[in-house]
């Protein structure tokens, strides 16, 4: 058992999160090709969550639970672009309360994009042109000479023609085709890595916690040189499929791929060149936070930083025959965890428990000794660490809310009609969808959840035990909010007390 060495000293936390990239897409995680030597070497300095699942396989809800250490029905952050409700206290806020110093750099998914939500240093990025009003990265590009062409289509390769009305990228992922037109040293990736470095470097005065908040490797599939050509479309691994699989699944699935731009995946070669630029950007990303460590190495704070490394959800990339993520597939809903702090988390150390994105905010509150508000409710991992844990979580869960999709219309389904949960467990995985066929399988014996076995006669025992076992999930997880104690002290009062 290893006993924790909880510093009095104030610790610094650099929590550094990679939007839609898949657990298995790094070299620790065991991809064949990806090369990955710095976050692996993370790994090998920390310790590691083999099992850790997001709570939506959609950036705003999944986001908003790790920032919030709540499940998705209890912040009500539902869908991108939906805000928090009033009062919802985030990450930033309980460390600006200990005399921190917040600090977001890069995505956040935030609606309004004007509320900070608690972060005192915010230097905003969300990727998308339409949002750069609220970013300084275009000043950046015009800075380092770029025209106004390059930085609003800044996606779009220069052998392709921008579509009116369609500043963003692509519809149909031709930019994996060519390199980027914005050079390697001017990307989005290595900008927010600049911005980091000044930040610490700046930040001398009392202890920060810095949100880095990596566009990348979420699409559009656009990545420079030497990235672009990194890995060769044709040794890149390829999906599993199985032929007909759609068929037997809940209709949302066949609407879903087909309103996410599922159907380009017919095409063998453009699949292969969107895959090798989604390894290409993760490399990119590598190499940038190596320089990052090294950074912080050379200016002396490395030893007494807290580095958290995880995304926000996962990438189809051809799976199940889709694109994109949401729904509730391994690719989508399982993401990679690290946690490295020098002589307090131990080196090269796995954790095969599970763990939930929940967990992430008390963990960190713990690390950096302050307490537990009564609105979180995940778990702090420093149990599973420390080898103190006794009954730990046997399962996990994630929800989604499809109400905002096309394909909720084509269905003929309200808004209240379009919830499903999901609940994963060593064995089995069931999503139970409010007004449509529910999935189950087979972990074990179908690893890659290609059939579903949720209309089989031989399964009803067990889903409607798993059924069980969501509703009970629910009700202990309802909203703990509010915090102080409304109950009248009239029902405190012992009646039977003497009063004399």
Known sequence: MTKLNLNAKPINILFVMADQLRYDSLGHTGHPMVKTPNIDKLAAEGTRFEKTYVQSAVCAPSRASIYTGRYVHAHRVRFNEVPFGAGEQTIADYFNAAGYRSALIGRTHFTPITEAYGFEYYAYYDGLPAKDGYSSYPQYLRQCGYSEEDIRFRYWPRELTPQPGNEAYPEDFAEAEYPCRIREEHSDTAYMTDEAIRFIKETTDRPWMLHLSYWKPHLPFSVSEPYFSMYDPKEVPMPKLKEGELQHKPPIQELFRNERRGNFLEDEERLRRVRAAYYGMITQLDDHLGRLFEEMRRIGVLENTLIVFTS??????????????????????????????????PQNRAISQFAEAVDLLPTLLELAGLPLPKAVQGTSLLPLVNGTAHDWKREVFAEWDFQYYHCRKQLGLAPHQCK?????????????????????????????EFCNLAEELQYKERIEAMRSRILNWRLRTEDPIPEVDLTFASYLRDPWEDKA
């Open 312 to 345: 926000d959800h996962g990438e189809y990339l051809g799976d199940h025959h889709m694109i994109e993520k949401e729904l509730f597939y391994e690719q989508a809903v399982h993401v990679p965890l690290i946690l490295k702090l020098p002589g307090t988390i």
């Open 420 to 448: 499903a949960t999901m609940i994963r467990d060593d064995d089995w995985k069931y999503v139970h969808y409010s007004n449509q066929p529910c999935e189950l399988y087979d972990l074990t014996a179908d690893p890659d």
